[in-house]
């Protein structure tokens, strides 16, 4: 005999618990390119989506204090919330992307300044010139020019360009007079008053 009995049990499975964020700092201390978009959050029972749904810039630290609140929420729509408070850095000096080269130069022919370039990751750049002269022999110094590129949270860079400043240029009298003259011999004028003026320093 093949006598049988047959039971059937139907399971409804709920989600009803929430996301759970991973572990995380309440209190943050992150360079500011390396904030993270989200904190990730798991689900006893599938994936959870995490969202940013406040974020305020605060004063307090070098770029301020970023506070945010983050909402995780499964496929089943149960949701959670995280809070977290990213104190923001910057120890990141500016780079310099672009400097005058080293040139010589006449000592007439000594260029203005150039315009350096120079990024930082997190904020704007001051750049400010400070021009020293370094003296080689009696016809040559060295002008060196340095930039110095600071953000906004003291972090700062230097940049160098040194001009060659020489002399070649010989001087030019001034008042000479002619090469052939005629004159009476008890007429003889005397020694013209010759000077000279040179592009780099004075002539006697």
């Known amino acids: 005999q093949n ?12 989600d009803t618990t929430a996301p759970t964020f991973d572990a995380y700092e309440f209190y943050a201390h992150i360079e500011c390119d390396q904030i ?17 749904i406040e974020e305020t810039l605060n004063s307090g ?7 945010r609140v ?17 104190s923001i850095m910057d120890t990141t000096a500016p780079e310099f992307t672009f400097v005058p080269e080293a040139i010589t130069v006449e000592c007439s022919e000594i260029p203005a300044p150039g315009t350096p370039v120079a990024t930082d990751v997190c904020s704007n750049v001051t750049i400010t010139l400070e021009e020293t002269i370094v003296p080689v022999n009696d016809c040559i110094y060295e002008l060196v020019r340095t930039w110095t590129a600071t953000d906004v949270c003291g ?5 160098i360009q040194v001009i060659t400043v020489e002399d070649t240029t010989a001087p030019t009298l001034v008042g000479v007079p002619a090469n052939v003259m005629q004159a009476v011999c008890d007429n ?3 020694v013209a008053n010759v000077t000279a003026t040179d592009l780099c320093d004075e002539t006697p």
């Open 36 to 52: 993270p978009a989200i904190i990730p959050a798991s689900d006893n029972c599938g994936q959870a989506t995490v969202v940013v």
């Open 155 to 159: 972090n700062a860079s230097e940049a």
């Open 188 to 190: 003889i004028p005397g």
């Open 61 to 67: 630290g070098c770029l301020g204090v970023l506070y």
């Open 3 to 14: 006598n049988s009995s047959t039971y059937t049990q139907t399971i409804h499975v709920q």
């Open 70 to 86: 983050y909402r995780a929420t499964d496929e089943c729509g149960n949701t959670s919330e995280a809070q977290q408070f990213i």
